[in-house]
Each structure stands twice: as structure tokens, then as C-alpha cells.
Nanobody
Framework: EVQLVESGGDLVQPGGSLRLSCAVS????????VGWVRQALGKGLEWVSR???????KYEACVEGRFTVSRDNAKNTLYLQMNSLKAEDTAVYYC???????WGKGTLVTVSS
């Protein structure tokens, strides 16, 4: 059974940092296309970044240079390091397996002073 479980969401001040984790089971992150998607209140879904099995990563322009995706193959876990956070980064963040449409339940990131 495919499962993705996000953690790490929190309240952080503008300019701060957070690292989200996504523990995966039922497939191998090192050989799958995975990514992070976010949804702000009242807005649509937005792909933040995608990583393919070969490790190639694409970022949405609005997070380029601030967010970094990585994975730990031994732990079968995906990460999203978020730096220089802005109020507009406030959203529920989901990790997802691109093929098959599998998603986690999300973790809330709130950027506010």
C-alpha cells in the first residue's frame, strides 16, 4: 500500500526556515517521480517542486533559490527545506507521487509575525 506522511509544518516568522519531511512506504523514492504541492486557503493547488528518479529537480519560480528538495534513500524519505519564508508561502503542503496520483494528508505551514 502506498502511503506518504508529511510532518514538520509549523508557525514561523517571515524570514525564517522550516524543513518538511515526507515518510514514504509502498514505493521507493529513489526510483520514482515525487514532489511537493501546496494549497493556500481559498486558492488552487500549486506544484512547488518535482524530483524524478534520476534526481533531477524542478522548482516553481516563486520558490527558486529559497526551497530545496532532497531525499534520503536509506530512510525512503523526501524533504523540503524552506528558507527565507514569506507570508505568501502560508499553505498546506503535500508530498505526492507523480504517477498514480498518491498524496499525503498534508502539513500546515503558517508564516506570520
Amino acid at each position: 500500500e502506498v502511503q506518504l506522511v508529511e510532518s514538520g509544518g509549523d508557525l514561523v516568522q517571515p524570514g525564517g526556515s522550516l524543513r518538511l519531511s515526507c515518510a514514504v512506504s509502498g514505493f521507493t523514492v529513489s526510483s520514482s517521480a515525487v514532489g511537493w504541492v501546496r494549497q493556500a486557503l481559498g486558492k488552487g493547488l500549486e506544484w512547488v517542486s518535482r524530483m524524478n528518479g534520476g534526481g533531477s529537480i524542478k522548482y516553481e519560480a516563486c520558490v527558486e533559490g529559497r526551497f530545496t528538495v532532497s531525499r534520503d534513500n536509506a530512510k525512503n524519505t523526501l524533504y523540503l527545506q524552506m528558507n527565507s519564508l514569506k507570508a505568501e508561502d502560508t499553505a498546506v503542503y503535500y508530498c505526492a507521487k507523480v504517477e498514480g496520483g498518491y498524496w499525503g494528508k498534508g502539513t500546515l505551514v503558517t508564516v506570520s509575525s
